[in-house]
């Protein structure tokens, strides 16, 4: 789940059903723990963030003329 990471500890609070479903999903869904299954949900989730943020910054530069101007540049050299 990226290069050199470690274990922290930490404390959330959670919607009491969400947390039922939660334990629900790692009884029958083959996660260790709950651990497991919380670390996983937040690990997909900034996935999906960070591939927003990088189709937001595409979309913000295709409408950059400079940014234009250097990709016809790059397909000229090819």
């Known amino acids: 789940m990226g290069t050199a990471s470690y274990n922290k500890k930490t404390t959330f609070v959670l919607d009491a059903l969400l947390l039922e479903q ?4 790692v009884k029958e869904g083959g996660y260790k ?9 937040i690990y997909q ?4 963030l960070q591939r ?3 189709k937001k910054e595409f979309l913000e530069a ?3 003329p400079l940014f234009l101007v250097d990709i016809e540049e790059i397909n000229g050299v090819f």
């Open 62 to 64: 295709s409408k950059d």
């Open 22 to 25: 939660a334990k629900e999903a």
């Open 52 to 54: 927003e943020k990088i």
């Open 33 to 41: 723990s709950l651990n497991v299954f919380v670390q996983d949900a």
């Open 45 to 48: 989730w900034v996935k999906i």
